[in-house]
């Protein structure tokens, strides 16, 4: 298949946007912007058109997909018996980057829901994406645009990497600005359940409503399955092994451990943020540094970015640098400790210990 390639920036936009959502309504699958990652899409009403994406992908038969949407009316012919807890958080944080996990409607069909009597539904903020909901005349089902197992894409760029020629085209919209995929709120439970953590945070959905669980299973717990069934796929995970440093001393343990690597002839990336990779040797050959800025919001944006990468610089181990875990950083260190595999150090002063993992190479730990 030819994917056609329409960039945003061309003086054509409407032409392209046109050409896009008669893809949508032909039953083919398009990559689009969205204010959190690019989405692969096709309408969500039409079971052969949904059955694309996940050939696309390679996608596991059993991840449900969730559908997007340009009017919060849809909630009406989509979903059933809606709580009350969602009814605040469609008020309060839509459009945006939260997807709400509700009762579904018999509208949907089972290529979507993957069999669940649930769908996930979510009102994307970035302009590109409304207005390609608004032209296809229906909700757009649609996953993160990467191969299955890849970290998702933020740009166009990324998104040909994983799926040139799988696709009918790529709508160009420039880098999104979250860089991580959206909060999944479970609200069928009476307290509200975070699956997966996104750009909503946790403080902002404690705000409004009061009590807010999370997914157990968000924490590596191995005995505990997770509620969004994309949540137990090794994920957004480079080629090369990675291991996380977290605690106190996470940043000078982590510049001790990088010089170790170096001298025992290792080529070691490093993943963290400006402040450190400036106390980082320079040795371009042994040394592949991937640095994200300075605030956590810097962070969210380039991790998928940094760490496809590390998939073309080839690394033999990468070393991570762990945030805390307030506002946005709930959902960077989720993805951080899934590219790692959850292989986890705790770094104190005094020295480094297993946070959790096995398979730390040569003498990490001490
Ligand atoms: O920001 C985002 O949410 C991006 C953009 C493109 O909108 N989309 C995205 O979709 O991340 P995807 O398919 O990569 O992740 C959706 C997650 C999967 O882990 C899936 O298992 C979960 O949502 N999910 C979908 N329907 C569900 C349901 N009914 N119950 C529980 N989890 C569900
Ligand atoms: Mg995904």
């Known amino acids: 298949m030819q994917t056609i390639y329409w960039d945003l920036k061309n003086n054509e936009r409407d032409k392209f946007m046109d050409q896009a959502a008669l893809c949508i309504k032909d039953g083919q699958v398009v990559a689009f912007p969205t204010e959190t990652v690019y989405g692969l899409g096709a309408d969500g009403l039409n079971g052969a058109a949904v059955a694309k994406i996940f050939a696309a992908k390679g996608r596991p038969a059993d991840n449900p997909l969730i559908l997007h949407i340009a009017d919060k009316k849809e909630f009406d012919r989509l979903a059933v018996d809606l709580s009350a807890n969602a009814r605040a958080l469609i008020d309060t944080f839509m459009p945006g980057p939260l997807t709400l996990i509700v009762k579904k409607s018999s509208l949907i069909p089972d290529e979507v829901t993957t069999g669940l009597p649930t769908v996930g539904i979510r009102m994307p903020s970035h302009p590109v994406a409304a207005e390609l909901i608004r032209r296809s005349g229906c909700p757009i089902a649609a996953p993160s645009a990467n191969l299955s197992g890849k970290p998702s894409p933020t740009n166009a760029h990324d998104v040909a990497e994983d799926m040139d020629g799988r696709i009918a085209g790529i709508l160009d919209g ?21 699956l997966r953590p996104g750009g909503v945070t946790r403080e902002m959905l404690e705000h409004r409503l009061g009590a807010v669980d999370i997914d157990p299973a968000l924490y590596g717990v191995q005995a505990v399955r997770p509620k969004a069934p994309g949540m ?54 042994r040394c592949v540094i991937a640095s994200w800025g300075l605030s956590k919001d810097d962070l969210a944006e380039h991790l998928y970015n940094l760490l496809r990468a590390f998939d073309h610089q080839e690394p033999e181990f990468i070393l991570g640098l762990g945030v805390d875990e307030h506002g946005l950083g709930l959902a960077t260190m989720n993805r951080m400790r899934k590219a790692a595999g959850f292989n986890i150090l705790w770094a104190t002063e005094d020295g480094v210990s297993v946070k959790s993992g096995t398979n730390f190479p040569g003498n990490m730990v001490k």
Not at 174 to 194: A, L, N, Q, Y
């Open 174 to 194: 420039g880098r999104c600005g979250i860089g991580v995929e959206s909060t999944i709120v479970d609200t069928t439970t009476p307290i509200p359940t975070i």
């Open 232 to 285: 137990k796929y090794r994920h957004y995970a480079p080629k090369a092994p990675m291991y996380l440093y977290e605690g106190p001393a996470a940043a000078a343990q982590l510049i001790k451990a990088v010089h170790a690597a170096m001298q025992a002839g290792h080529r070691v990336g490093v993943l963290c943020d400006q402040v450190t990779a400036a106390q980082l040797p320079e040795n371009a050959n």
